[in-house]
Nanobody, 127 residues
Framework: QVQLVESGGGLVQAGGSLRLSCAAS????????MGWFRQAPGNERDLVAS???????????SVRGRFTISRDNAKNTNKNTVYLQMDNLKPEDTAVYYC?????????????????WGQGTQVTVSS
């Protein structure tokens, strides 16, 4: 399994910035896609941004141009970290933000895929 440690989040005024991070690690695993989702009360969990292993990015229309996703694939370790820089925050960005990480393990015969979720971090934007 992939171990995830999220950090960041908090309370900020509209127009402000926050940075989320999520450190992912797993013995014998290759981490592939990493992303951030968010869920506001009464709403479904929606994709905010994602990044592939070769750093191809995808953004929700509502955050494109304001949020930036990036990743750090540490050399010689199994640890990968994904970041979400959130600028020009709006009250409608208020939600719990979840890190999601996909990984694969190949044992020579079988490829097993994993998808793991972080514990979630609250982002609140006041008007």
């Amino acid at each position: 399994q992939v171990q995830l440690v999220e950090s960041g989040g908090g309370l900020v005024q509209a127009g402000g910035s926050l940075r989320l991070s999520c450190a992912a690690s797993g013995s014998g695993l290759s981490i592939t896609d990493m992303g951030w989702f968010r869920q506001a009360p009464g709403n479904e969990r929606d994709l905010v941004a994602s990044i592939t292993a070769d750093s191809t990015t995808t953004y929700a229309d509502s955050v494109r141009g304001r949020f930036t996703i990036s990743r750090d694939n540490a050399k010689n370790t199994n640890k990968n970290t994904v970041y979400l820089q959130m600028d020009n925050l709006k009250p409608e960005d208020t939600a719990v933000y979840y890190c999601n990480v996909d990984a694969v393990r190949f044992d020579g015969l079988v490829t097993t895929t994993y998808s793991s979720w972080g514990q979630g971090t609250q982002v609140t934007v006041s008007s």
